[in-house]
T-cell receptor, first 115, second 113 residues
Framework: RKEVEQDPGPFNVPEGATVAFNCTYSNSASQSFFWYRQDCRKEPKLLMSVYSSGNEDGRFTAQLNRASQYISLLIRDSKLSDSATYLCVVNGRSDSGGGADGLTFGKGTHLIIQP | DADVTQTPRNRITKTGKRIMLECSQTKGHDRMYWYRQDPGLGLRLIYYSFDVKDINKGEISDGYSVSRQAQAKFSLSLESAIPNQTALYFC????????????FGPGTRLTVT
């Protein structure tokens, strides 16, 4: 099982619709979870952290299910400007030789909002 | 001004050439990272550094070396570039105070012909 797995999409969604992505992770010891947004040919930027109790930031809601080891991102009332690639990021690598903070990036889900 | 800067932003080089990518940050963060991004493969960690005297290999360090010249500067070198090192390279920083959030530079698009 890949460490962090996402459906690559693309998700083609009409403006104003609600869209949801899921992400699964393999390391049950993972402690921190994030969604990053990456626009085409640009750097990734933190969209929001994901907390155990779930959290909301405006039109965006993130949820964590530790038992099933998945994270979700819900976007309500989608805007054209939401078109981007959304990266699921998890800390706590399964191998001891992993990265500094153990951040593992998913390959991203590509979202296209259509007018 | 951007908090994390990378130079050059674009570079085309030939197989066998030595090339250095530079990263500077004004965030005062201790931790710095180099990643590469390839289509379909996502971000992969090359090297990381917790402070000036600390250098660690990441997932894909072969063919690369780094230097942490100062807290604010972290450079990545390709000693003898090869075509499969063609990729988008990102520098990132973080700090204990920010938790695990990483701040990325704008990227360097490197093409090895």
């Amino acid at each position: 099982r890949k460490e962090v797995e996402q459906d690559p999409g693309p998700f083609n969604v009409p403006e104003g619709a609600t869209v949801a992505f899921n992400c699964t992770y393999s390391n049950s010891a993972s402690q921190s979870f994030f969604w990053y947004r990456q626009d085409c040919r640009k750097e990734p930027k933190l969209l929001m952290s994901v907390y155990s109790s779930g959290n909301e930031d405006g039109r965006f809601t993130a949820q964590l299910n530790r038992a099933s080891q998945y994270i979700s991102l819900l976007i309500r009332d989608s805007k054209l400007s939401d078109s981007a690639t959304y990266l699921c990021v998890v800390n706590g690598r399964s191998d001891s030789g992993g990265g500094a903070d153990g951040l593992t990036f998913g390959k991203g889900t590509h979202l296209i909002i259509q007018p | 001004d951007a908090d994390v800067t990378q130079t050059p932003r674009n570079r085309i080089t030939k197989t066998g050439k030595r090339i250095m990518l530079e990263c500077s940050q004004t965030k005062g963060h201790d931790r710095m990272y180099w990643y590469r991004q390839d289509p379909g493969l996502g971000l992969r960690l090359i090297y990381y550094s917790f402070d000036v005297k600390d250098i660690n290999k990441g997932e894909i360090s072969d063919g690369y070396s780094v230097s942490r010249q100062a807290q604010a500067k972290f450079s990545l070198s390709l000693e003898s570039a090869i075509p499969n090192q063609t990729a988008l390279y990102f520098c990132a920083t973080s700090d204990e105070r920010t938790g695990f959030e990483q701040y990325f530079g704008p990227g360097t698009r490197l093409t090895v012909t």
